[in-house]
């Protein structure tokens, strides 16, 4: 079992930055494929950026291209997401999801076995 635990969420002005962790723990040793997806009020929950087990490959959503960055400390077990350029309608809860072996293309959530409970962005205009 893998325990995923997001941090750094908050409320900051629109243009601003904010970097979310999550680390892995319970079954360390292991690279995961690394996901964040959000979730707005209303809305259903969204990839956002992805980065790969050891290659360190990334993808991101096209509407924080350019803003978002997402990168991982394997010997911390820890993906970040540095989020600048921040707007408003980056408001939602972002989650981290993690997998061994990735069951679907990394966009759609059924691709990932392990989620964390979710931070709160908030971005005020």
């Known amino acids: 079992q893998v325990q995923l635990v997001e941090s750094g969420g908050g409320l900051v002005q629109s243009g601003g930055s904010l970097r979310l962790s999550c680390p892995a723990s319970?079954?360390?040793?292991?690279?995961?494929?690394m996901g964040w997806f959000r979730q707005a009020p209303g809305k259903e929950r969204e990839f956002v950026a992805y980065?790969?087990?050891?290659?360190?490959?990334?993808y991101y959503t096209d509407s924080v291209k350019g803003r978002f960055t997402i990168s991982r400390d394997n010997a911390k077990n820890t993906v970040y997401l540095q989020k600048n350029s921040l707007k408003p309608e980056d408001t939602a809860v972002y989650y981290c999801?993690?997998?061994?072996?990735?069951?679907?293309?990394?966009?759609?959530?059924?691709?990932?076995?392990?989620w964390g409970q979710g931070t709160q962005v908030t971005v005020s205009s």
């Open positions: 319970g079954r360390t040793g292991s690279n995961y494929f």
């Open positions: 980065i790969s087990s050891a290659a360190g490959i990334t």
């Open positions: 999801a993690a997998a061994i072996t990735l069951r679907d293309r990394y966009y759609y959530e059924r691709s990932y076995a392990y």
